[in-house]
């Protein structure tokens, strides 16, 4: 078998993009390449539902117990599977249009609809407190639905949050991934990737 590209990973079966935009949320935006509009994506890392549970276990934000359980109950509702994956994917192209273009208000509303169907969906519950009493934390089902759940609450988070200004497009040639620069000293996705590739043109542009 050959060596898969220094910007993926083989998890669980599953080939994934390596997290390297420094927000959970963007990670979610880069599981795609080539961002033209909303045809076939050139590149789509999220092929199935199964993949999409996956991918949320390898950058941290399902336990692998949770993984396990929504895979098994995919295996028990493939069509609901299926709807949650194409409804992630949706979200996913609507959240990118909102980072990238401003006039893209229709997407806006998409994106904040989502938000507050998964808030609806958010219980308090109660846990022990440190010191006296009790304290509370957010929870969600945990169902076919949570991880989109998770991340449109992270897409809340980010958009209200001071990392919003902070995100920056790459413009490596069919990238369009999107990372988190608060220091301003970051040009691509990945000098493996992007990054490499530029310096690889630029010497040959040199030595032509
Ligand atoms: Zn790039």
Known sequence: MSALPSHLEL?????????????????????????????????????????????????????????????????????????????????????????????????????????????ARRQLSAVPADGIGVRATWELPEDLGLPLDQLALLAAELLTGTSRDHIRLCPGDNCGWLFLDPRGRRRWCSMATCGNRAKVRAHAARTR
Request: a negative charge.
């Open 11 to 119: 998890v669980q079966g599953v080939v994934l993009p390596k997290p390297v935009g420094a927000d959970p949320v963007l990670n979610f935006l880069n599981t795609r390449s080539d961002f033209d509009g909303r045809g076939p994506a050139a590149n789509e890392w999220l092929t199935s539902y199964e993949a999409l549970v996956i991918w949320s276990g390898y950058v941290g934000l399902l336990a692998d117990a949770s993984v396990f359980r929504l895979i098994e109950q995919a295996s028990v509702k493939p069509t609901d599977a299926t709807r949650r994956l194409d409804a992630a994917r949706e979200f996913r192209a609507d959240l990118y249009d909102v980072l990238t273009d401003e006039a893209a208000t229709g997407s806006f509303d998409a994106v904040a609809r989502a938000v507050g169907r998964s808030t």
